[in-house]
């Protein structure tokens, strides 16, 4: 039986953006300012749902690759 790795490129993605959105949240705690909190609203809010779904996604494909689910 082979088991299929689930792309270590998903989760790499999911970290990149994860980052991302830590640096944007750590600016508006750092420094507000309503260009700063802006961005992070309507950027970082939305970069961290789509770093989670990726992160479940590749969390379930593993999963079902090791026949597990």
Do not use: S
Request: proline share 7%; hydrophobic share 65%.
């Amino acid at each position: 039986m082979m088991l299929r790795p689930t792309p270590p490129r998903v989760f790499k993605i999911a970290v990149v953006l994860a980052v991302v959105f830590n640096v944007l949240a750590l600016l508006v705690m750092v420094h507000t300012t309503p260009i700063n909190f802006t961005l992070f609203m309507f950027v970082g809010q939305p970069l961290f749902m789509v770093t989670f779904l990726l992160l479940i996604g590749a969390v379930l494909a593993d999963l079902k690759g090791n026949e597990l689910l």
